[in-house]
């Protein structure tokens, strides 16, 4: 059926209201971050900085530890992507193709565990990590990630295992491969965008978390970039609002490049050219 103008027109509209409403807030911070602080004083704002200054990055360097907290956030949030999919990738398929009742109250549990606020789990894992000498450290951090970024990642796995033909399997159960061969060999290439999908998930997650940093790093020199991004807000809860935009916007930077890399392995087809027709 052929969508009639208007309505294509109607959608059309929608859509790029959309993306105004997602846009604003991030071409706002990279305008604020180029502003002198004249122009964050005025009474009549604009959107391109009339005397555009990196003043704000280099008072953002030298007032806080950005290089070090951004270095932290890199390897909490690598640290949690990788082992996040290290462990989900045999789990999802064994959920995947099982259908028993295990199966069942297993993916039961991961739905439900995504309800679970931050407060309600993070008295046991400070508990954990505090009995396990792993408060403030990056890698006490790393398994807190893991353990918040899991369910859903087997929640996405699964999916993407369940998409997978069982035929390929089968031909190479005929064909001799065992469990951990047909996994390996045969389902683990063909899961390879699912897998991305899935790290980036767990990435953008532990890059952009703040609660659970908050808490369990104390010293400025563990501490993850969002939690040094507070630190531009003084003690009356007046912010530095160049340095601030400008920190925030490097902050970001990020996870903007790692999703552009891989976005065509996100959006491509996961089995393309896997089965002829």
């Known amino acids: 059926m052929r969508t009639s103008t208007p309505a294509r027109v109607g959608q059309y509209a929608a859509l790029l209201a959309y993306l105004v409403f997602l846009a604003f807030p991030f071409l706002w911070l990279i305008s604020t971050a180029f502003k002198p602080p004249q122009e964050l004083g005025s009474l009549h704002p604009t959107w391109i900085p009339e005397n555009p200054t990196l003043d704000n990055f280099r008072q953002a360097f030298d007032e806080q530890p950005l ?99 069982a035929e390929l399997e089968e031909a190479a159960a005929v064909d001799g491969a065992g469990r951990l061969r047909t996994l390996v060999s045969v389902t683990a290439p063909l899961l390879a965008p699912g897998i991305v999908a899935t790290a980036l998930f767990a990435f953008i997650t532990a890059w952009n978390e703040f609660f659970f940093a908050l808490v369990l790093l104390k010293t400025p020199e563990k501490q993850t970039l969002p939690v040094i991004l507070t630190h531009f807000i003084g003690a009356e809860g007046v912010a530095d609002l160049g340095p601030l935009a400008a920190a925030a916007f490097l902050a970001t930077l990020p996870s903007l490049v790692v999703f552009a890399l891989i976005q065509r392995r996100i959006t491509g087809g996961m089995l393309a050219g896997a089965v002829k027709s």
């Open 67 to 165: 290089l070090r907290a951004a270095l932290n956030s890199l390897l909490a949030a690598l640290g949690a992507a990788v082992i996040a999919v290290l462990i989900a990738t045999p789990m999802a398929y064994v959920m995947a193709r099982h259908r028993g009742r295990l199966a069942r109250a297993a993916t039961g549990w991961v739905v439900i565990s995504q309800a679970f606020p931050f407060v309600l789990v993070i008295i046991p894992l400070f508990l954990v990590l505090k009995n396990l000498r792993l408060i403030n450290s990056v890698p006490g951090l790393v398994m807190v990630y893991v353990v918040w970024s899991l369910p859903f990642a087997l929640w996405m796995l699964a999916g993407y295992v369940r998409a997978v033909p």
